[in-house]
């Protein structure tokens, strides 16, 4: 009777600690799952947002006045961001790798100072340019707007 | 105390809070508290931008460093400015077509997703939370050595002002108090550049020529390489500042305080000038403290060299001018803060309580209440952590907030905008390995551990070679939004499009 009993006991652990196990699988499986729904996101949430939209702007972007308008910005912008950027890095490289830039320039201001003093030129230099540029960019923008979007980009 | 400096300051105090009690009548919605309504105009939004950007840090701090270590400290000044440049081109217009009040709302016009908007409230939080702990205990330190007050004193007052400026007067008294604070900041710069040429007889050449003996360094003062000769070092710090001041939540925040994109790009003009010409100025300041102080007796006043402007001013222009430039660093002070109390609010009460506890779904009442209890909050904790960090050395929580604006905040904002295959997992793996390489590096650097007592945060040999992990780290945040994209399938072509022509045009649709 005992010792049946004592089994009793056991069968009933056995079938506990079967329990929590498929607790703890299943209940790290929906982690997992709740991991994966965490970062590969996203699917339903944006279903909402599409209704709300009036405007096709698949066929706007495709449209090749708006196509022209992005290479006209590309074409300014992509080559003057490289060149301010190589000729702002360019400083603390030579500078760091080399001396050539502390013979004086004039009287006791090396060209080093010449270099940085240039930096701002390009800064106010650039900021001019584009403002001027950027002003033809609105008036392209304006009329995407008023020929395409706001008939509802089916033109 | 002198009487001199008393009067000035309290007439700073007077002026900041008659420009508040106006603010706050006009401070009736949401929209009032986070942008000022986007009514201020391509000038006020430009000087507002430039007082912003002009630190006590920037104003003190470069001076200090131009002053001990030559050209080296100019470094900083070319930095901050070119950094200007990737703003104007690439970030404030797309920013401001797609964008309302922060900047998850920007990343949110492509990706709806929460987590998006949480992870990038979280590095805006972050980067606020450092940056204004390193202000404020340096003000602290500031206050305490111009006023001669206690530290815990000169805390509490500038915490105070700020979070009276925030809850009451929103943007808008924000914003006055940064435009009234650039005027006065340049208007101080100008008269001391005026002295000091002056003893030069207006000859610049003269200047270099007597620089070049007024200190210990000798010839080597007009030469690069006296603070930073680790080449790495100098490049990964240079291309913090270039990346970092364009992805700084309360810079960012200022370009939703106009009414349009061409609104934005006129404010970028007049702020790339005004901060041109301020930093020019900042030479002028650097050599005239070498010459006129001394490099001793600058380093005895502050081993940071932050004293170096003030103390110039006494010594050209007297009591009344060293007054003056007191004020106006405290006002300074006043002003930065204000406006990163504010970005830090708008993270947690627009974007984490806003938009993802409520979904949206609040009136405009809730949710200014919910800004200003963000603003009390976030006013509160930095306070509270500024008085405990007193005695620890927090230059590091400066170029930290710079990493993480630069490796967190930069690439998403670009691949928003310009990449088509970005998807919602690229957006948060973005942010998220920018946040976290740049703070796990910044903790294993000499800005942390350094072997001498005093000298970082903690005694011991660095991990990481460099003060300033950006050239690592920032990589590391366009490789983490370019891996996840590549993990996830998920790509939105149409919403590309409405992102793409909306961020290049500025149309809106009304919802």
Known sequence: MKGNHAGKIHEVMKDKLIFAWIHVIASSRSLLKKLRGWFIMGQKERIDSQEKRRVDYVNVESSPQFKRFMANKRKFIVPLTIFFLVFYFLLPI????????????????????IFAFSQFLMVWVLCTIYVKKANSFDKEADQIIEEQIKKGGKS | MDLTVVVLFLAIVLLTLVITYFAAKNTKSTGDFYTAGGGLTGWQNGLAIAGDYLSAA??????????????????????????????????????????????????????????????????????????????????????????????????????????????????????????????????????????????FNFNISAMFTEVKTATDHGAAYLNPGIQYDNPLGTISLMLALVLGTAGLPHILMRFFTVKDAKTA???????????????????????????????????????????????????????????????????????????????????FAHDIYGQIIKKGKVTDREQMLAARYASLAVSVLSILLALGAQYLNVAFLVSLAFCIAASANLPVILYTVYWKRFNTTGAVSAMLSGLLSALILVSLSPSVFSPVEGAALFVGNPIFPLENPALVSVPLGFIGGYLGT????????ERYAEVKVRANTGYREEA
């Open chain 2, 58 to 199: 920037s104003f003190l701090g470069i001076a200090g460093a131009i002053a001990l270590n030559g050209f080296d400290g100019f470094f900083y000044s070319i930095g901050f400015l070119i950094a200007y440049l990737v703003v104007l081109f690439l970030v404030a217009e797309p920013l401001r077509n797609l964008g309302k009040y922060t900047l998850a709302d920007m990343i949110n016009s492509r990706f709806d997703a929460k987590k998006v908007r949480g992870v990038a409230a979280l590095s805006t939080i972050t980067i606020v939370l450092f940056y204004m702990i390193a202000q404020l205990v340096g003000a602290g330190a500031l206050i305490q050595l111009l006023f001669e007050i206690d530290y815990w004193i000169a805390v509490l007052i500038v915490g105070v002002m700020m979070t009276i400026y925030v809850l009451f007067g929103g943007m808008m008294a924000t914003s006055w108090v940064q435009i009234t604070k650039a005027v006065l900041l340049m208007a101080g710069m100008v008269i001391i550049s005026f002295l000091v040429l002056m003893k």
């Open chain 2, 265 to 347: 790009r006129s404010s970028v003009i007049t702020a790339t000038w005004t901060i041109g010409i301020f930093y020019i100025l900042t030479l002028f300041l650097g050599f005239g403290a070498a010459a006129f102080v001394g490099q001793s007796d600058i380093l005895a006043a502050n081993p940071g060299g932050n004293m170096a402007a003030p103390l110039l001013a006494e010594a050209i222009g007297g009591n009344i001018l060293f007054a003056f430039i007191s004020a106006v660093a405290f006002a300074t002070i006043l002003a930065v803060v204000a406006g990163l109390v504010l970005s830090g609010a708008s993270a």
């Open chain 2, 486 to 493: 590549m993990f996830s399938k998920e790509n939105d072509l």
């Open chain 1, 94 to 113: 030579l500078t760091s790798y080399t001396t050539f830039l502390n013979t004086p320039a004039f009287g006791d201001i090396s060209w080093v100072w």
